[in-house]
């Protein structure tokens, strides 16, 4: 079966470079846009269901993309951005937040580790590949879990793993 994936479109702290974690930030009106476009090109793919996460810059994204394509949109939790605890609302770009990243099995200070974000995303690729499999699906989340959907398909060391990101509203296909 055919799996997409798409990071939600471009919030105000996406543009600050500001992290945003489980901080409900709605789009700004360029991720609007991206979300568009990113709709007119996903027409035709045979979408038949899209899955989002339950924040709003996620949720909104999906909305905007199921209204073209014609496809019901469902949110799952496991989708939720990770949790950076403290670090939220930071500079993405900051030295230690760039340092933390890399230690998986660490717990960000009042969030989650990046182990604890891959079982709960594993867990739902795993329930997809059974519960809907004659179906083409659209995942639509965020760049912490693209992250870990890469990394479920694709084989990467940890600082490949560390600095992945797709990029917003970009389209990633995957053979589940």
Known sequence: MKLYYTRHGKSLWNIERRLCG???????????????????????????LIISSPLCRAKET?????????????????????????????????????????LFAFRFPGGESRLDTVYRVYSLLEDIKVRYRD???????????????NAYFEDMTNEEFSGYILPNCELKEYEL
């Not at 476009?37 to 996903?42: D, F, G």
């Open 135 to 149: 179906k083409t699906v659209l995942l639509v989340a965020h760049g912490g879990i693209s992250k870990v959907v």
């Open 22 to 48: 489980r901080t409900d930030i709605p789009l700004a009106e360029e991720g609007r846009e991206q979300a568009r476009v990113l709709a007119e090109k996903a027409v035709g793919l045979g979408i038949g």
């Open 62 to 102: 999906a909305e905007i993309i199921a209204e073209e394509v014609g496809a019901p949109v469902i949110t799952d939790e496991r989708l939720i951005e990770m949790s950076y605890g403290s670090f939220e609302g930071s500079d993405f770009d900051g030295e230690e937040f760039q340092r933390m990243t890399k």
